[in-house]
């Protein structure tokens, strides 16, 4: 049996100068939208303080905690990939590069994959229109987990193109692109959580297409992956995943709201869809789309959605053979987002976006060129290459937004917080305990020991956190975080015998608060 495509005849040419455009465009744009500061959302911290402890030889460990007590909480895949360069450098920067040229390797690896299945010109000019996208771009440039994702889920699918490709010439068991199409898909998995979902699209395309045997050697080998780590988070008394907890939550940040019923559950999960549908992807997929995200969809919203999914479906169908492939890792992705319990906008769909923006892009192009064809016959050809024009008109204003974002200097409640973490590293103990909104930022900047504060509305029971962690300060932030507001603020204005200004840093000021432990615990003991 041929895994070609009939019309998509075996390519001699090189593909060196079609690799050169994308390196020049992922270069240019990734230049163009480039943050060099720590993005404050707390996971960039987070996956630096892992790499770092990895670096060091201590393993996968929460550095902050006193006793560096290991951790599983968040999967390992990503600060592994970034430890070897954190043993040469301390540098976020070069980090924020690292993930620049895995954006430019995922590309790369989607060209070389799609021009196998599609014209060469519309497999350049398919990824090129992805690499426009201002949403991928900006989780590229603020150190997080999404670039290396999309890396290896892009690797995954030209591994899945060679597999099936050289199949007849050998058994699935002997065949070597089987092995590492197992690994590079579970190192996925590694990487974020929602890898689950290219494992589903791997194994549905398996069976699809007959490989019975392959789709159940396939999910064991997925297994034996994952193993190892399941296996040391057992052995570490780790427990299971956290993200279970928050998908069963009310409220990730509010969790005394409890965890939902099913019928909350099926509930929640079909406003997402709606949301998803109506929202993020017309928001995403064709960014120059501004959408209200608190407004009720309207009409022209759904018609809007359902359109582009129609076209990217069609965009999907044009690639024949991974029709199945791309239509079911796609409906596991946004079906899993659908399942999370915190408001999502277009956030979690991010790295699915490239492969959205390829349907999107080689289903329009495939219309015109059908409409063109039927109105002025085959002699009119049409160059997808012309699409790259109308694609950088419409991309240009949010990239432009994200470069600006990027080059704003950082606000005054940011730079008083990063202010005090540095006038800790400075004048206290390593050994310092340091309670804040963000502690795995504090300490990237702070070095000393760090923690959170209970997130509760019981003023006694947040103080009693306090002393089992056995905080020395306490900052007291004014950027903007409602649990600031709702839990730590209050308990401290309850009790501010125990809590002495140490510190004020910029205006508006953030705090640096001396802790007194002994009369906390005398007054309201612990646990």
């Avoid at 590229?140 to 290896?152: C, D, H, K, R």
């Avoid at 915190?342 to 991010?350: D, E, K, L, Q, V």
């Amino acid at each position: 049996m041929n895994n070609r495509t009939p019309n998509s005849p075996e390519r001699t040419q090189s593909v060196r100068p079609y690799i050169a455009a994308i390196a020049a465009v992922c270069a240019a744009l990734f230049a163009y939208t480039f943050k060099p500061t720590l993005d404050m959302n707390g996971d960039t911290s987070q996956y630096y303080i892992y790499a770092t402890s990895l670096a060091q030889g201590e393993g996968y460990t929460e550095l902050g905690t006193p006793g560096h007590p290991a951790s599983n909480g968040f999967p390992p895949g990503y600060p592994l990939l970034m430890a070897p360069l954190r043993v040469l450098t301390d540098s976020i920067v070069a980090q924020k590069i690292w993930n620049g040229l895995m954006l430019f390797g995922a590309a790369a690896l989607l060209f070389l994959f799609l021009r196998r299945v599609v014209p060469q010109s519309l497999a350049l000019t398919a990824v090129i229109v992805a690499s426009l996208n201002y949403r991928v771009l900006q989780f590229a440039t603020i150190m997080m987990s999404e670039t290396s994702y999309l890396l290896f889920t892009a690797l995954a699918i030209y591994l899945l193109y060679l597999f099936d490709r050289s199949a007849e010439n050998r058994k699935w068991w002997r065949n070597p692109y089987f092995y590492l199409l197992i690994l590079t898909a579970g190192y996925g998995y590694m990487i974020r959580t929602q890898g689950i979902t290219l494992i589903a699209g791997i194994t549905l395309w398996l069976l699809c297409v007959r490989k019975w045997r392959t789709a159940i050697g396939f999910v064991a080998g997925f297994l034996l992956t994952t193993l190892p780590w399941a296996v040391r988070n057992r052995l570490a008394g780790l427990g299971g995943s956290r993200y279970l907890d928050q998908l069963l939550a009310v409220n990730v940040w509010q969790p005394e709201q409890g965890t939902v019923s099913l019928g909350e559950m099926i509930d929640r999960g079909l406003k997402t869809l709606q949301m998803l549908i109506t929202k993020a992807i017309p928001n995403t997929v064709t960014p120059y789309l501004k959408v209200d995200y608190d407004a009720v969809s309207t009409f022209g919203e759904w018609a809007v959605g359902l359109t582009l999914i129609a076209l990217i479906l069609f965009g999907f169908w044009r690639i024949r053979r991974y029709f199945w492939f791309f239509a079911a890792y796609s409906a596991a992705v946004l079906g899993i987002i659908c399942l999370w319990s915190a408001p999502s906008g277009n956030r979690y769909i991010t790295t699915l976006v490239p492969l959205l923006e390829i349907g999107l892009t080689i289903g329009v192009c495939t219309l015109i060129e059908m409409g063109l064809r039927k109105r002025f016959g085959a002699k009119s050809a049409f160059s997808p290459l012309w699409l790259l024009i109308p694609a950088a008109l419409l991309a240009g204003p949010r990239l432009a937004a994200v470069a600006e974002e990027s080059r704003k200097p950082m606000p005054p409640q940011l730079a008083g917080f990063i202010d005090a973490a540095e006038t800790v590293r400075r004048r206290l103990p390593a050994q310092t305990v340091v309670c804040s909104r963000k502690p795995s930022v504090f300490y990237v900047y702070a070095q000393c020991h760090v923690c959170n504060f209970r997130y509760t509305e019981d003023d006694e029971s947040l103080i009693r956190g306090l002393v089992d962690s056995e905080v020395d300060y306490v900052v007291l932030d004014q950027m903007g975080y409602a649990a600031t507001g709702r839990y730590l603020y209050p308990a401290i204005c309850k009790h501010p015998e125990l809590f002495e200004v140490a510190g004020a840093f910029r205006v508006p000021p953030t705090y640096l608060l001396r802790f007194d432990r002994k009369t906390a615990a005398l007054k309201f003991g612990s646990k």
